[in-house]
């Protein structure tokens, strides 16, 4: 597959990968977290917000964008970096998550799926081919194959779906007609480890520009996540990104790293943002709603850097979701995004020293639940 991208490895702690993607709309230092931007928004934040907390990569979604304003739109409107005026890297979903989530909305068979919109119920299909043509019409950086997502612990279905997401992954090489955009592959397998190695094994030979693990954080523990991860890890392509798809809270994302994931994406963050509720770098949740800080003068994290954190006190943030004011929203989330930003970097700049496991020891971060279902908003 000739390419416009580069990938290079410069640096490994252990299993933990610090590396550099090189794209069209710039180079994509990683491990990294990408904010959301399901309908070329992310939630509450500005493009300008989003650069001044050092995102390097924003994820939109195919399944939103084409039934809303619709990608040949996008496609006169210069491509989805001039339409949501976002100069950086970008990646689109391919939308098999977003389908998989409207189980009493879709019928899949061998060539695609049959879906109605839950927008307004019109019926619509996808097929590999139509899902390429419609990340063509975007114009991100870095697309999906169309794959089908299975319920993680249904043996039988996921085996029928890993014949389907293999052959879908083949013919959207076919399709694929752009230099300027890079292809994943994704890897299905639900929580058998059989499967994963046989889905790694068929996607990473397949030459794809990087290898996406889907199928994660969508139900089962975090010790099957963690377990398929240490499976998927020593077969795919060290030369290629590792891309796990809908994770982010900084307890999965240094688990992650350490298992040989490179990018990382979730709603997480502007989520909790929009619901009065943050973390701090220790994984520790707190709901700013909460009585207890009505008259707290620290800021949310006093190790945090980011503007909400110098500017702001828990009193008048808590102040703000009472009087529901809509500037609650982009202030928490900008603390939680840059919560997991700044992370990412750290831990880069962690590998980079080969100090990866001591690094993670100092941070003391705790176990929380994992957040399921977060790759749609």
């Known amino acids: 597959m000739t390419s416009n991208f580069h990938f290079s490895l410069e640096r490994q702690s252990d299993r933990a990968r610090a590396g550099r993607f090189t794209t069209p709309h710039g180079d994509l230092e990683t491990p990294l977290f ?27 979604n195919t399944y939103h964008l084409y039934l809303r304003p619709g990608d040949e739109l996008i496609a006169e409107m210069g491509g989805l970096h001039e339409f949501m005026q976002w100069p950086q890297p970008l990646l689109t979903d391919s939308g098999g998550f977003q389908v998989y989530s409207l189980a009493a ?10 879906f109605r919109s839950h927008l307004d119920g019109s019926a619509h299909r996808f097929t590999p081919e139509k899902v390429m043509r419609i990340q063509e019409n975007v114009g991100a950086d870095i697309i999906m194959v169309l794959d089908e997502c299975a319920e993680p612990q249904d043996r039988t279905y996921n085996e029928q779906a890993l014949v389907r997401t293999h052959a879908w992954a083949r013919r959207c090489l076919d399709a694929k007609s752009r230099s300027d955009q890079a292809l994943f592959g994704i890897v299905q397998g639900g929580i058998f480890t059989d499967l994963r190695k046989q889905s790694a094994e068929f996607i990473g030979s397949l030459g794809f520009h990087g290898n996406a693990i889907g199928g994660l ?34 307890e999965d994302l240094v688990e992650c790293i350490r298992r040989g994931v490179d990018l990382f994406d979730c709603v997480l963050p502007t989520r909790m943002g929009r619901n009065n509720a943050v973390f701090l770098r220790s994984g520790e949740r707190l709901n700013l709603k909460n009585a207890e800080f009505m008259k707290d003068q620290q800021p949310i994290d006093e190790d945090c850097r980011c503007y909400s954190c110098l500017t702001f006190t828990r009193a008048y943030l808590r102040h703000l979701i009472q009087s529901k004011e ?52």
Not at 42 to 57: D, H, R, W
Not at 105 to 114: F, Q, T, W
């Open 105 to 114: 909305r879709r019928e899949v068979d061998a060539d695609g799926v049959n």
């Open 217 to 250: 954080s969508v139900g089962e523990s975090k010790e099957d996540m963690y377990r398929i991860l240490d499976v998927v890890d020593t077969i795919l392509p060290a030369d290629k990104p590792r891309y796990l798809m809908g994770v982010g809270t900084p």
């Open 326 to 377: 809509m500037l609650a929203a982009t202030l928490l989330s900008i603390h939680n995004l840059h919560t997991l930003i700044q992370l990412t970097q750290d831990l880069r700049a962690a590998i980079l020293r080969d100090e990866f496991e001591d690094f993670v020891n100092q941070l003391g971060i705790k176990e929380s639940p994992l957040e399921q279902n977060a790759r749609i908003e």
């Open 34 to 60: 990408a904010p959301v931007g399901t309908q070329a928004s992310v939630k509450a934040i500005t493009p300008a917000q989003l650069n001044e907390l050092g995102a390097s990569l924003v994820l939109a």
